[in-house]
């Protein structure tokens, strides 16, 4: 059984019957309009079946969007990853479109609400931050926004799944680095810090982290569904359904933390409340709903951080191993990917036949190296001549595209194992690229080198370095409508906060984080570009005759970058080094896990480029 499925995306066709009994529920409620956000209670990227509500009513399929349904209108809010997938997944006759981005809904309400309107959402799915936003734009055009104790999607929704209930497992020692014990207890000294009796972690990968556990009631994250009050005075309280517990985790846990079912944990919330505890939420992650349980029961709620997310995305070194040997890995099989498409005839394959051999070769390499593949680490993007230029494009049955000769194919998967999480984007020719790909391919690997190179100095946060990716890009009038890098997570979330490299990227980049590298071209109904790479935050180290200290990145993905694209003449000296020492790298750590054709794939692959570089 694959990991992937390749059903349909989204289908427009349930926008009209389902935003029409949302309309009527609404009628009868008193309000005039409700927001429908991508987001679960833990506002996590992937979400459960059971709260896939805006799918369920839009047909809306991708990992970041708002919908406003108002009495005469609606409106779907998406960023630039998905204005391509949006117009096939929803019904346009009866949603516009919106930026996430340039006009999000708080700058939407403002704007477009009259005085008077009354705009339901749900507590539970918005954040703090979120409803502070939305609530001041409500209150400039004269419009009320009314929390509602019941989410009417759920009231609408016949045969709505039921919450998940996958196992939790243990994450060994080997691979955490750290005990659970000791984790929670530098937690609850850094909670005691910032004036806080407690802190609620609602990240599953918080919990997942601080408790060593995993689970699997999302898709592609080995996350356990459920809340988490960590105490200052270690008192620990965990709410999750219990029958994912087998008798040895239910022991493990009971030595870390008082065990609660997830339906009482507001109960709980409002008592601790009652009993003048100081709550920290983060107002980027927490519900409204918890700070409204804490400050109506006489609380106080201390605005902070997740204390985890700062310990969890500084890797400690067993996590940084393990992500090394996973790499490796990982790389071994890509590499045998791409050897058996350069076998492949032109027009032959499609784009589902692709992403089936890839997880094949990653499953049989797993194997082969005694570390099975868990999962894929999110549904691979396969996108084929003008399929490539749709950022996240998601291959369905419906969607898959034949690879034809004079086009690019886009190739961005990862895998889950359990000593590391990855990632790794490949672009490569069927048959003869243009001259106009080969220019594009050479400017954003122009970016991806820049990055690869850099130094930078204590302090530096991603939007600082993030211009590095698209100098090249920009010169000739080019760029792409997404960030340059993500934070990922160790046998954690593909997508991992709060590091990233992006304009929005307010992060500080300390030693031990890892992020993606991923400049991209796309050119709309012709190809797309992206070469990505995950990299290492290394320790800031000396530089000879220099004055201050300077981090820089490791390279951890080892896989070859296609140099039937490259041309050599845009690449300067420093440039064509460091992609020939980058090839000799990958040769001479996957090459010992490859054999016979593969390995003599890898070996041309691999070879040194002509030095045409005049600087």
């Not at 009652?274 to 804490?294: H, Q, S, Y």
């Amino acid at each position: 059984m694959m990991f992937q499925t390749f059903d349909s995306a989204g289908d427009p066709a349930v926008g009209k019957p389902r935003v029409a009994l949302l309309r009527q529920w609404l009628a009868a409620s008193g309000l005039d309009g409700f927001i429908v956000p991508r987001a679960d209670e833990h506002q996590g990227e992937y979400v459960a079946d059971r709260s896939a509500r805006l799918k369920w009513l839009t047909g809306f399929s991708g990992s970041a969007g708002v919908a406003i349904v108002l009495g005469d209108r609606a409106i779907m809010f998406v960023d630039g990853r998905y204005t391509l997938q949006v117009r096939h997944e929803v019904d346009l006759d009866i949603f516009s479109i919106e930026s996430l981005v340039d006009n999000p809904p708080a700058t939407w309400i403002k704007d477009n609400l009259g005085k008077g309107v009354r705009l339901g959402f749900d507590p539970w799915l918005q954040t703090i931050g979120d409803v502070k936003a939305l609530k001041a734009s409500a209150e400039k055009s004269g419009a009320t926004l009314v929390p509602l104790e019941r989410n009417p999607i759920d009231a609408i929704w016949e045969n709505q799944p039921e919450p998940p209930l996958a196992p939790v497992e243990l994450h060994p020692i080997g691979f955490a680095g750290e005990l659970a014990k000791d984790k929670l207890a530098r937690l609850a000294e850094s909670i005691g810090k910032d004036g806080a009796t407690h802190a609620v972690l609602t990240d599953p990968s918080s919990i997942a982290w601080a408790f060593d556990i995993r689970g699997g009631d999302v898709p592609h994250t080995p996350l356990a569904l459920g809340f988490a009050v960590l105490a200052a005075d270690r008192s620990h309280l965990l709410f999750m359904d219990q029958r994912k517990f087998s008798r040895t985790v239910a022991a493990y846990l009971t030595q870390l933390a008082e065990l609660h079912e997830p339906g009482e944990f507001e109960a709980a919330i409002a008592a601790l409340a009652k009993g003048g505890a100081k709550i920290g939420l983060d107002p980027v992650l927490a519900a409204e709903r918890l700070r409204m349980l804490v400050e109506d029961n006489g609380g106080t709620v201390i605005t902070e951080p997740d204390p985890a997310r700062i310990p969890r995305a500084t890797k400690n070194q067993a996590e940084i191993n393990g992500a090394r040997a996973a790499h490796r890995r990982d790389g071994a099989a890509v590499a045998k990917l791409l050897c058996w498409l350069d076998r492949q005839e032109p027009g032959k394959l499609d784009e589902i036949a692709v992403v089936t051999k890839l997880e094949e070769c990653r499953r049989s390499t797993g194997e082969e190296t005694q570390m099975p593949l868990r999962d894929v680490s999110f549904d691979t993007i396969a996108g084929a001549g003008p399929n490539g230029a749709i950022m996240h494009y998601r291959v369905s049955r419906a969607t898959s595209r034949k690879l034809q000769s004079g086009e690019l194919f886009l190739l961005d998967s990862g895998g889950q194992y359990q000593d590391g999480t990855t990632d790794i984007t490949r672009t490569v020719p069927i048959g003869t690229p243009t001259e106009e790909m080969r220019e594009r391919f050479t400017l954003v690997l122009k970016g991806m080198i820049g990055i690869s190179m850099l130094r930078f100095p204590p302090g530096t946060r991603g939007s600082e370095i993030d211009a590095v990716a698209r100098l090249a890009l920009w010169k000739h009038g080019c760029d792409f409508a997404h960030g340059t890098g993500h934070g990922v997570g160790s046998y954690l979330a593909v997508h991992e906060g709060p590091q990233r490299i992006a304009r929005t990227g307010t992060e500080k980049l300390l030693a031990g984080m890892i992020v993606s590298n991923e400049p991209g071209y796309y050119k709309e109904g012709s190809y797309g570009i992206r070469i990505e790479n995950l990299i290492l935050v290394t320790p800031a180290e000396p530089i000879e005759g220099g004055d201050i200290a300077m981090h820089g990145f490791e390279t951890l993905t080892l896989a070859p970058i296609d140099t039937r694209l490259v041309r050599s003449d845009l690449l300067t000296r420093d440039e064509l080094h460091w992609l020939d020492t980058y090839h000799a790298r990958v040769l001479a750590e996957i090459g010992p896990i490859l054999d016979g054709e593969a390995l003599a794939w890898l070996e041309k692959a691999t070879a040194p480029l002509p030095h045409d570089a005049k600087i």
